[in-house]
């Protein structure tokens, strides 16, 4: 078993920033990916971001790209989302995700078999 916690999520300003976090602990051996997914209100959970074990490969949401920014400490087992220039309709309930993999390449948009509590992330206008 895998467990997350996140934390960083709050209410910001249209044009601010922040900064999400996620620990991972239990059965985390090596070759993993760690990911974000948000839901809005009366939307689908859609994928953000996604980073492997060694942050050597990094993928976004074309929604993000620019912006947003997926970053990893493998020693911490923690991945870390930098959100700037946030708009309000990055208004979403954030939530981390984990999963192993063998191989040299993992699909970053699935696939995930554990997963954060979730973190309320409001930007207002």
């Known amino acids: 078993q895998v467990q997350l916690v996140e934390s960083g999520g709050g209410l910001v300003t249209a044009g601010g920033s922040l900064r999400l976090s996620c620990a991972a602990s239990g059965r985390t051996f090596s070759s993993y990916a760690m990911g974000w997914f948000r839901q809005a209100p009366r939307k689908e959970r859609e994928f953000v971001a996604a980073i492997n074990w060694s942050g050597s490969s990094t993928y976004y949401a074309d929604s993000v790209k620019g912006r947003f920014t997926i970053s990893g400490d493998s020693a911490k087992k923690t991945v870390y989302l930098r959100m700037n220039s946030l708009k309000p309709e990055d208004t979403a309930v954030y939530y981390c995700?984990?999963?192993?993999?063998?191989?040299?390449?993992?699909?970053?948009?699935?696939?995930?078999?554990?997963w954060g509590q979730g973190t309320q992330v409001t930007v207002s206008s």
């Open positions: 995700s984990f999963k192993h993999y063998s191989g040299s390449y993992y699909s970053p948009r699935d696939g995930y078999d554990y």
